[in-house]
């Protein structure tokens, strides 16, 4: 059984491809390994966040983790701000962060671009995210493409940890899920899906209503020749429509081919849709009964408290082989 860490930002509600890049693949890895799921609150503040939204976010992300399909009996659901030594074992990580390689990061350069003003933050989270995984013992980190270069830095991070001071920290392993690992955005096929984007039609919110969903296929942007075939660099719009359909049917590409040989788009959109009401709306209904229950917040003290169990013992291993703090008598 290996461990395995996970965590997504509250910042908005998830979209149809954080669902089938991750959630999907989480409720399939729960059964089998020692799974960490985190709502990582503290990367959101890295940029400017309004606090009763960001709350909202929260609860709302941890809802839909539960109605997506976590078991909080077999997986630990929890906040990261719940668990201080997330940000304590994040200074130390940053301690041994170099400037050169955090301003390398591409998710840094893509968010301050054309900023006067850039937080701190934005530049020194990835050593925050290296002490999420590395906290729990992480075996396996399963993200998507545009977070494999964060993941790289945390092997890194820990590979230089471990030479410098202790071997104190397991070196995590990346997966990637080889269909549907990067869902693109309905209306600017070659730019992946955000829930953050500003045109609501590029994106499928997984608390969409079916009519809403219906509308934003029927207007996502394809091509002029009628096929139903995959091919990404040719006709991206088409390809990604048919990525989701797979994620969501399982089938494969070449039975989504066959299907609709000799078929027009609107038929082929028409069943996307479908298919993806069909997955939506279980999550949807099992959501609404959590968010405002008691029940979601027993599951969330409960997962801080066994994540901090771990983490608190990570913790006090690194700070032993840096030097900080003393021997207390008991």
């Known amino acids: 059984m290996k461990t395995i860490f996970s965590g997504i930002q509250p910042s908005g509600t998830l979209t149809i491809g954080n669902y089938i890049g991750a959630m999907k693949h989480f409720v399939q890895l729960q059964h089998e390994h020692n799974c960490y799921f985190c709502i990582v609150d503290e990367h959101a503040i890295t940029v400017p966040q309004d606090r009763l939204e960001l709350r909202n976010n929260i609860r709302s992300l941890a809802a839909l983790y539960l109605a997506a399909g976590i078991d909080y009996e077999k997986a630990t659901l929890f906040i990261q701000s719940e668990v201080p030594a997330h940000t304590q074992l994040g200074w130390i990580l940053q301690s041994i962060s170099y400037t050169g390689e955090l301003e390398r990061m591409t998710q840094f350069k893509d968010k301050s671009k054309g900023k006067e003003t850039v937080s701190a933050a934005l530049l020194t989270y990835p ?29 890194n ?56 969903i219906e509308k934003k296929i029927k207007s996502a942007v394809t091509d002029s020749e009628g096929i139903v075939k995959f091919d990404k660099e040719n006709k991206p719009g088409i390809s990604n429509l048919m990525t989701i359909l797979a994620s969501c049917t399982d089938k494969s590409i070449k039975e989504i081919e066959a ?72």
């Open 127 to 155: 050593p925050l995210m290296a002490a999420d995984i590395l906290l729990y013992n992480t075996d396996i980190v399963p993200v998507g493409d545009d977070q494999k270069q964060h993941l790289e830095l945390s092997r």
């Open 157 to 212: 991070l820990a590979q230089r940890f471990n030479n410098r001071f202790n071997d104190i920290f397991t070196v995590p392993d990346i997966s990637t899920p080889e269909v549907g690992a990067r869902i693109m955005s309905l209306q600017e096929p070659t730019k992946k899906m955000s829930k953050s984007d500003e045109n609501e039609k590029s994106f499928i919110s997984m608390l969409d209503e079916p009519k809403k």
């Open 259 to 330: 299907e609709f040989k000799g078929k027009g788009y609107g038929d082929f959109k028409a069943a996307v849709a479908k298919a993806v009401i069909d997955v939506l709306a279980p999550i949807q209904e099992r959501y609404h009964e959590l968010l405002n229950s008691e029940k979601l917040d027993d599951i969330l003290d409960n997962g801080a408290d066994r994540a901090a169990s771990v983490a608190n013992k990570t913790l006090a291993k690194a700070k032993k082989a840096v030097g900080l703090g003393r021997v207390r008598k008991k």
